[in-house]
């Protein structure tokens, strides 16, 4: 049987496809419901498919949507291994599909969630005070102006693009996508408390795990870097054990603590996490980063989906359609050849993987 892979269209869509390539590969779907409705009155879950033993000492996951909208590459990906590769599992290895970790922003086309938070910028240590971001306290009513007219526009991004020649560039993105704590309606805002998506990473995630000794996390994002390229982005110190088994196994990764990536060091990232809330597994985890276009659309998508949030009308369906068409645009590219592209990077970093673990 010859399947089609391709990008969904809708949240509904992909959540519907994904179940039926688990049915297509004999592995069921255990859904956990979350309480926001989507978009189009649709329930909303993370949904978790698993092939291969539950005893099985090596668990591969692989996760989409941690930044909701990106989560549109990332189910494509995972309905394309259920189908083409999930019959070839070695002995020994389990896999593990979470899909839509957060479903809202998904839906809803947005990079956030229910709360306009980055879940990526969430997993601080909530018993402390979060991080200060001054930077960003410096330029936030240039990021999320009040008004988003042309000529605002116009006005804001040059005055940005002016700090970040100010500052350099890398400084420039440190402060604006590090993650903030301080403006709740701006972009990369790291939230108040744990968030629904956190505590379903911590309540859950360990017991889908279970007790395996190897275990390696997948997270697929989408928005930074060349077209179609997939950085491995590590979270571990260069020198780490973790960080020298990525580069066994895949050879170039690209560390965030070293400043060697497309990205900045972050903030509350939830990979950052994992050796604690899973302690007795040897953990390896890595972002895979496609590029899509420059960052600069990608910032002013999500300038754009701020301000309808925070001072337009989100109910305006001109306004909100345009602006999600602009956010999706930054975040998916249509093209089968830009799908095909992330789809053949993958095969490679999940099958060296799947490979290493499955050697012992």
Do not use: K
Request: aromatic share 8%; glycine share 10%; proline share 5%.
């Amino acid at each position: 049987m010859t399947i089609e892979h391709r990008l969904a269209p809708t949240y509904a869509q992909a959540r519907a496809e994904l179940s039926a390539a688990a049915v297509r590969a004999g592995a069921g779907v255990t859904a956990f419901p979350h309480p926001s409705s989507g978009r189009e009155g649709e329930e909303l879950a993370i949904d978790v498919v698993t092939v291969g033993p539950d005893d099985a000492d090596s668990v591969v996951v692989i996760v989409s949507g941690t930044h909701g909208v990106e989560g549109y590459a990332g189910s494509a990906i995972q309905r394309w291994w259920l189908d083409e590769r999930a019959a070839a599992l070695p002995a020994g290895v389990r896999v593990v599909i979470v899909h839509a970790l957060n479903p809202v922003g998904f839906s809803w086309v947005r990079r956030v969630n229910e709360d306009n938070v980055d879940l990526n910028r969430n997993f601080v240590d909530w018993s402390q005070p979060p991080p200060a971001n001054d930077g960003y306290g410096e330029i936030a009513d240039l990021l999320v102006p009040a008004d988003w007219s042309e000529e605002s526009q116009a006005t804001t991004t040059d005055a940005l693009m002016e700090v970040a020649a100010t500052v350099g560039m890398q400084r420039f993105q440190e402060m604006v996508t590090s993650g903030q704590y301080a403006h709740p309606t701006g972009i990369f805002h790291g939230g108040s408390g744990p968030v629904w998506s956190h505590r379903w990473v911590t309540e859950r995630l360990p017991e889908i795990v279970g007790a395996a000794r190897r275990l390696c996390i997948l997270d697929l994002h989408t928005g930074l870097g060349p077209w179609g390229h997939g950085e491995l982005i590590s979270v571990d110190d260069i020198g780490s054990d973790a960080y020298r088994r990525g580069t066994a196994w895949w050879g170039a990764v690209q560390s965030t603590s070293g400043g060697e990536s497309v990205s900045a060091d972050l903030d509350g990232d939830w990979l950052s996490g994992i050796p604690a809330l899973i302690p007795d597994a040897e953990a390896t985890t890595i972002a895979i980063e496609y590029g899509t276009v420059d960052v600069i659309t990608v910032l002013q998508s999500l300038r754009a989906d701020a301000w309808l949030h925070a001072h337009g009308d989100s109910s305006s369906d001109a306004a909100a359609a345009a602006i999600r068409a602009q956010v999706r645009a930054a975040f998916v590219d249509d093209d089968p050849a830009w799908l095909a592209t992330i789809i053949e990077r993958f095969d490679d970093v999940s099958g060296a993987a799947i490979s290493a673990l499955a050697a012992g």
